[in-house]
């Protein structure tokens, strides 16, 4: 059985939910709880950078930063609780439509479920994609000693946007044909694109600035 809320529980609590025979928690908690984790290396970097005399000309931009990927962290938590109940709920529909698939009241909640429990990974993508698009200031800006955690983060941020990917692209496929199922197809499209290129910019940065020896 799932733990109550990943914002209390250990890590290594999460780890062997993870890892047990349930089907929940799974890939799209796991998802979202990597985009938590880069988005705090990031506001690690933040917190090593704002409020530092050397830094302060960069806090009226680098502050909001700050407050927003703190915002971004804890959201991420919140939804890999959310995809985890979303994901039992279709598992309960699937276990109706088997021994009555024909029934258009269990197809309807189905859908429904399904268009749900995608909608949560849409949502991870999109955070996930805000965050790396932030992070190329926290790249130019931040404190240069500790932007090997920047990296890190970009990475995790981005991995957790293409892991949610493949959790839409799951649900969907299961679901009836509609304009929203295409709506969410063309969403995630669209978050893999800018967080390709917003990652890339802030990978290009961090490497240039590391490589500089002042």
Known sequence: MFLSSLQTIPTAAFLDALASREPVPGGGAAAAV?????????????????????????????????????????????????????????????KL??????????????????????AVPCQVAATCRNALVDTWEVANRGNR???SDVVVGTHLLLAAVRS??????????????????????????????????AANRTLDRCAKRMSNPR
């Open 145 to 147: 000693t500790v932007l």
């Open 97 to 118: 439509s088997a021994h009555d698939s024909a029934a258009r009241t269990v197809r309807a909640e189905l859908d429904q479920v399904l268009h749900a429990a995608a």
């Open 34 to 94: 990597a985009g938590a984790h880069g988005a705090a290396l990031v506001c690690m970097v933040l917190n090593l950078t704002v409020g530092r005399k050397r830094f302060q000309r960069h806090e009226a931009i680098l502050q909001p930063i700050q407050q927003q990927l703190e915002m971004n962290r804890l959201e991420l938590l919140e939804l890999a609780e959310q995809d985890t109940a979303a994901y039992a709920e279709v598992a309960r529909c699937l």
């Open 164 to 197: 949610s990917e493949v959790n839409v692209q799951v649900n969907l496929r299961m679901a009836s044909p509609s304009a929203r199922q295409q709506a969410m197809t063309a969403t995630i499209a669209a978050c893999i694109g800018d967080a390709d290129e």
